[in-house]
């Protein structure tokens, strides 16, 4: 407060120049570094958006529009539109993965919106009622819907299907292994160290074959599970045990007289986890939990490894089509798939931020 | 002790520790505690550190665990029964040294939140009554304030606010003052001996030894694990008997 007083600061400090030379000048080493990573700029961005835009080719349906092209294809992708955003999802009931993209559209602006009503009830629903009418509208076989096998299911349908089950189950699920891990009962302890240990030794590719094609020779005959299912539980398990040990870091930065505060209260070991425990530990973690949410919603390509043809399966196969075939669009439909990627991970990144704000502006130190 | 003289301790004193005994690891903490506290009864335990009196305070409400010996608070005995470890913990409130305050709450609702979860009062009956605990602790305009905003002293005269919100019948404090800053001391002890003149049973380990002198009924003083003399505080002041009490007296009077 007294500070305010005190006379302004000196020119140099403020204003446009005065952050060229704190940031970008400082030093003659500085220097040197802002004019190379200038140069680098300069080298790289140009052609890149001359391949991108200015000779890509916009128009056209066919092949032809982009055989002597000296950029991107971009018609190739307004082509393959419906097979990035479905899948091979039957053409006339894809009315259906849109109610359930609308949703879920409808749901998560509402958590973010800062000044939405209601956002307790916006999560519940979106945790519990969402995922219900999603499985009831894509998959079929109630209320007269035609069943629509998941192998019929792709593009960013299947990655966000994926990813958003992934995310879900693995963030509660990691916390109680977390809590678990901690425990002072030996067998439960035990238990989650021997879980966590063996889910984090073992690459996703591995678990992703095990869980498809393993899997079914040691289960009794009759019973069986969709090969999706078993995709989907094997991701949330394999995550939820990097998610715990993220938690658990949490857990332990937490001193020992929150806990003992609690139980002087007369707080049981649930109320203190919840009401005391968790709401501080989740929100040192809250950057890494993020980075693993991040990290899943990539790893979901991986899916493609089992048969599935999630956002990157479409597209690489859709470039192998003889139809399409040409060094420009292969590329043209990666640097599509990354774009997608990338706009919901900083999407991801941006959120969690604002939470961290959010957080620490509710401290007020 | 004959087994009858046992019983009707029990039945006039609020908190009975009879024989016991802990250990950490090989170290014992705690050896052969005998203690009985009437209700309404204030004892000050002071000590060298290392003796157990934290320990010691910690066994009344399990936060710590005895091995042996039994530990009858309010009428219950403190078992590995997790219903009256409840029951002891509702009863019995804690002020700790390093305040334990949750920093994710205002200082109001760091008080309600065990009223309206363990006690299961209605919200606002419960702010009424935290309001009025924060006021005589004199901090009812630091009430939508976050722990890290106020002061030591502060933070724990709201620590001993949240305590009395649950309306205990015996409070225990463990080194209330060890954390704050010298002037900080004052307005903290001043609230406790408002508390103690008010009738609440208390248990404190302190060395403010003006406190002891101004509101102890019983000065207990510990040493190595046990609790090696008790007296008045007049007795215990100016004839200890023990050479250790003395030594301990002549260290923390002169200083």
Not at chain 2, 14 to 28: H, N, P, R, S
Not at chain 2, 62 to 78: A, K, Q, S
Not at chain 2, 96 to 112: A, G, K
Not at chain 2, 210 to 232: H, L, P, S, T, Y
Request: proline share 5%; glycine share 8%; with cysteine.
């Amino acid at each position: 407060m007294s500070g305010t007083a005190f006379r302004s600061p000196p020119v140099h400090h403020v204003g446009a120049l005065g952050w060229l030379r704190a940031n970008l000048f400082s030093s003659i080493a500085n220097s040197i570094l802002t004019v190379l990573i200038l140069a680098l700029l300069a080298w790289t961005i140009p052609p890149l958006l001359n391949w991108a835009i200015f000779s890509a080719v916009w128009h056209g349906t066919t092949r032809a529009a982009c055989s002597d092209a000296a950029g991107a294809c971009w018609p190739y992708i307004w082509q393959r539109m419906g097979q990035i955003v479905y899948g091979f999802y039957d053409f006339d009931q894809r009315w259906r993965p849109d109610i359930v993209y609308a949703l879920g559209a409808v749901g998560l602006a509402w958590l973010v919106i800062p000044r939405a009503p209601r956002k307790g009830w916006a999560g519940i629903a979106l945790l519990t009622l969402y995922p219900l009418v999603s499985y009831v509208l894509l998959s079929g076989g109630w209320f007269g819907l035609p069943v629509v096998s998941t192998e019929r299911w792709g593009g960013l349908l299947l990655t966000l299907v994926v990813a958003a089950v992934g995310i879900v189950v693995s963030l509660p699920l990691g916390i109680l292994l977390a809590l678990g891990r901690r425990s002072e009962l030996p067998v439960v302890r035990t238990l989650c160290i021997v879980f966590i240990e063996v889910w984090r030794g073992v690459p996703m590719i591995t678990v992703l074959f095990i869980a498809s094609s393993m899997l079914p020779l040691f289960l009794p005959d009759g019973l069986e599970f969709d090969k999706l299912v078993r995709a989907l539980i094997a991701v949330a398990l394999f995550n939820a045990a990097y998610m715990a040990e993220v938690v658990r870091a949490g857990l332990q930065a937490l001193s020992r007289g929150q806990r003992e505060g609690a139980a002087a209260l007369g707080l049981g070991y649930w109320r203190a986890t919840g009401l005391i425990v968790l709401p501080q530990a989740l929100r040192i973690v809250l950057p890494g939990i993020v980075n693993n949410m991040i990290s899943m919603f990539k790893d979901t390509s991986l899916v493609s490894i089992i048969g599935f043809f999630d956002l990157l399966g479409v597209i690489q196969a859709g470039s192998t089509d003889l139809e399409w075939s040409n060094p420009n669009t292969a590329v043209t439909g990666y640097l599509f798939a990354a774009a997608i990627y990338w706009a919901f991970c900083f999407s991801m990144s941006r959120y969690s931020a604002k939470l961290e704000n959010d957080l620490a502006a509710g401290d007020r130190r | 002790m004959s087994g009858a003289a046992t019983d009707m301790a029990v039945a006039g004193d609020i908190i009975t520790l009879d024989g016991v005994c802990k250990w950490f690891g090989q170290f014992a903490v705690l050896k052969n505690i005998d203690l009985h506290v009437r209700a309404g009864e204030r004892i000050v335990v002071c000590g060298p550190s290392g003796s157990g009196k934290s320990t010691l305070v910690r066994c009344i409400n399990r936060l710590e665990e005895h091995d042996e010996g039994r530990i009858v608070v309010n009428g219950t005995e403190l078992t590995r029964d997790v219903r009256n470890i409840d029951t002891v913990r509702r009863e019995v409130g804690m002020v700790f040294q390093q305040f334990n305050l949750f920093p994710h709450l205002s200082i109001l609702h760091n008080c309600t939140l065990a009223p309206i979860w363990v006690r299961k009062l209605p919200k606002k009956q419960a702010e009424e009554a935290a309001m009025e605990y924060l006021s005589e602790m004199r901090i009812a305009d630091q009430a939508h304030k976050h722990p890290a905003q106020l002061s030591g002293g502060q933070q724990q005269r709201a620590a001993i606010a949240r305590a009395l919100c649950m309306n205990p019948k015996i409070m225990l404090f463990d080194e209330p003052t060890s954390a704050l800053d010298p002037e900080m001391i004052g307005e903290v002890l001043e609230v406790m001996v408002d508390l103690a003149r008010k009738g609440m049973t208390m248990i404190c380990v302190t060395h403010e030894m003006g406190f002891a002198r101004e509101v102890a009924d019983r000065v207990c003083f510990m040493d190595a694990g046990e609790i090696i003399e008790q007296a008045d505080p007049e007795t215990f002041f100016t004839s200890p008997k023990h050479e250790r009490c003395k030594l301990f007296l002549s260290q923390i009077l002169d200083h």
